[in-house]
């Protein structure tokens, strides 16, 4: 796919084994110092005429290995199946790939054992000729390892056209650079110097040995009475083909799948032209859960955990970036919500030489092709009705949150420290109004069970669906707080959301403390989602005036690390909770530390919050600094809003007495919320 394979895949070799493999290239090149430049890397012009005798020389003494591109030539429209067939389609031919990858191992591997029967036998004018030949000098120089064909594929991700350095550079000091030239350039330029992921995988060996006819009893007696050149031959004819195919497929089929792969083929199977958006990606969601169980060379990109933005907040870079790239190219358009194909463009085939350029959609697309049950799930995920992707998507989180609560359950498993797991794990209440559903989170150093009571109430007395969500590092045990950013909390809230937003029209958000934050944070990002938000005693400040020197301590502690001074170093603090069958008894000082960046990033977001909000505030907090719930509602950019101040001397006022006092003004906001959204 580009002329950098030829640099980047013996590098890479070199690199793991520290041996130098030689490699073919074209014979024009081998001029001046770059033919000496080639020459020093290993390589060998395509028009050498010993090119095949160095070649066969070299893998039966095992000297060196060798890289050969068995396409015959670069195929930039990745263009590579057709009718269920491997073919490689070039500027102006379409064929299958080249046998020569194959002719040459096979060849090697016969000379090679009738070398070794040669000198059994004593067959001296054999043993001379294959010496001769193919340069050697005695049966020590004879590699007993297997001669093998290693199918590598080179996947890049992602793959951008547009002008860089490389390409304007050139362009300078050359005025009348072809085309062609140009356009490799751009690719290539790009590739190699912006931030692009090269995924290189090295495949299960096959054993030319396996396919030589002589071993088959049935041709045995025939062959006998071949000479050795027509023996080669014969069997060169018969299996080539087979050997080529078989390890062409492996290549073909081991493309690491990414998401633009996801992206693009879906655009081409698309039943209409016009797709909401939101349900695009939900489809596209699903997709990639199903791909994942596939046990393919997946992609970060496709990764179930980061890929919930796009069923979302739409936040998801690797989204964001080939929008970009289809409405650039025309293949797509984004208006009111809706993305429309544009079929006619997508179907531009282009010149070859220039594909890569003007539609990067077809030939990301063209891509996975030979990966048929890949191609199929996509298709049957565009096919199925959306209530029934929604289902999917709703079982999926679900799982997917309790996998990640119980692996780090189990790595940060402290005995008698950590709580049950019934009180870290996230849960669902079903409610009878399936129309309704609202998000919950409960506060820093504790856990789901610190708003099960809240939770309870607002789906037992209002019948809404009711998702709690476990915000990431708790739980298990304080250690774990140590381990976690702020990120992940925002992260933890967006399955939440992901769950009730796929099964209820109407959506609240809402939290307890720092869970408050966190739904405000959510509130300010997907204001398309939700109907309304609230918060209970979140903390826009603290009233522990220490908390401002933890940066500073944090700071200390790295720098003690760093010169392995550990003796000094203030991990934690102990904490007094007021729920210490939930509550962490520790607090970790880099918990504390991502806490303040929240606080500092949620002050920043307020102002984006449009939907109607209640904060609920306890006068007397002896944690939160009451000042918190006017700083968040005269932040809020609602016109919507409201501040209730209750007469609380504690800061967890979600549990114990009073505490339906809470639930009430809680309820009421929903309700009221439910019953005016349509």
């Not at 609230?534 to 401002?548: G, T």
């Not at 069958?581 to 977001?605: F, H, P, R, W």
Request: hydrophobic residues 40%.
């Amino acid at each position: 796919f580009t002329r950098a394979e030829t640099f980047i895949l013996p590098y890479v070799m070199y690199k793991e084994t520290k041996k130098v493999p030689h490699s073919l290239a074209d014979g024009g090149l081998f001029h001046g110092r770059f033919g000496n430049f080639l020459s020093s890397m290993g390589a060998v012009a395509t028009d050498n005429p010993n090119r095949d005798k160095l070649i066969i020389s070299e893998l039966m003494k095992g000297s060196h290995d060798w890289v050969i591109f068995p396409e015959g030539m670069m195929v930039k429209n990745k263009l590579t199946y057709e009718n269920g067939k491997y073919i490689v389609s070039g500027p102006e031919e379409k064929r299958a790939p080249r046998s020569g990858a194959a002719v040459l191992a096979l060849k090697a591997t016969m000379y090679r054992k009738y070398y070794m029967n040669a000198i059994e036998t004593g067959n001296q004018e054999l043993k001379e000729y294959l010496e001769n030949t193919f340069d050697f000098k005695g049966v020590e120089e004879i590699s007993k390892k297997d001669i093998v064909i290693i199918p590598v594929n080179i996947t890049y991700y992602p793959i951008r056209p547009g002008r860089n350095i490389l390409q304007s550079v050139v362009l300078r000091f050359f005025k009348d650079m072809p085309k062609r030239v140009e356009e490799e350039l751009e690719i290539e330029g790009n590739l190699l110097l912006k931030h692009t992921d090269i995924n290189i995988t090295f495949n299960r060996p096959f054993y030319p040995n396996e396919y030589i006819l002589e071993d088959k009893q049935f041709l045995k007696i025939a062959l006998d009475f071949l000479a050795t050149e027509k023996q080669v031959d014969f069997t060169l004819w018969y299996q080539k083909r087979r050997l080529t195919e078989a390890f062409m497929k492996v290549i073909y089929e081991s493309v690491t799948i990414n998401f633009d792969h996801l992206f693009c083929t879906a655009i081409r199977l698309l039943r209409s032209d016009e797709i909401l958006l939101s349900e695009f990606c939900d489809r596209i969601f699903v997709a990639a859960l199903e791909i994942n169980k596939l046990s393919k060379q997946i992609h970060d990109s496709i990764q179930t955990e980061p890929m919930v933005h796009i069923i979302t907040d739409r936040d998801y870079q690797p989204l964001k970036s080939i929008l970009d790239l289809a409405v650039s190219e025309k293949t797509i358009i984004l208006r009111d919500g809706f993305l429309i194909r544009q079929q006619e463009n997508l179907n531009d085939e282009h010149k070859f030489h220039t594909i890569r350029v003007r539609n990067t959609i077809k030939v990301l697309s063209n891509e996975i092709e030979p990966l048929q049950d890949v191609v199929q799930t996509i298709q049957h995920n565009f096919e199925l009705d959306h209530p029934a992707i929604k289902r999917k998507i709703v079982a999926a989180i679900k799982k997917l949150d309790h996998k990640i609560f119980d692996a780090d359950y189990e790595k940060f498993y402290v005995p008698h420290v950590s709580k049950s797991k019934e009180n870290g794990s996230p849960f669902y209440l079903d409610g009878t109004n399936k129309d309704c559903g609202i998000i919950l989170s409960h506060g820093y150093l504790s856990a789901p069970a610190e708003v099960y009571n809240l939770a309870k109430y607002l789906n037992e007395k209002g019948g809404y669906c009711v998702y709690v969500i476990r915000l990431r590092g708790h739980g298990t045990s304080p250690e774990n707080l140590a381990h976690v950013k702020w990120e992940q909390w925002y992260e933890s809230y967006l399955r939440g959301v992901a769950v009730i937003s796929s099964q209820c029209k109407k959506v609240v958000f809402g939290g307890f403390s720092s869970g408050g934050l966190v739904a405000l944070l959510n509130a300010a990002k997907m204001g398309n989602i939700l109907n309304g938000v609230f918060s209970i005693n979140a903390p826009l400040k603290l009233n522990n005036k220490k908390a401002k020197f933890v940066p500073a301590v944090s700071f200390w502690n790295d720098l003690l690390s760093s010169i392995n001074i550990h003796s000094a170093q203030v991990d934690y603090i102990v904490n007094t909770p007021e729920n210490p069958d939930i509550n962490y008894n520790k607090n970790y000082l880099k918990g504390v530390l991502q806490l303040s960046k929240m606080i500092d990033t949620c002050a920043e977001e307020l102002s984006k919050i449009s939907c109607p909000a209640l904060i609920i505030q306890g006068d007397k907090d002896p944690t939160v600094n009451p000042i918190s719930g006017q700083m968040i509602i005269d932040a809020l950019g609602s016109t919507n809003k409201e501040l209730v101040m209750l007469p609380f001397n504690r800061h967890v006022i979600v549990r114990k007495e009073n505490s339906e006092v809470v639930f009430e003004k809680i309820f009421d906001f929903v309700k009221k919320i439910f019953e005016t959204n349509p």
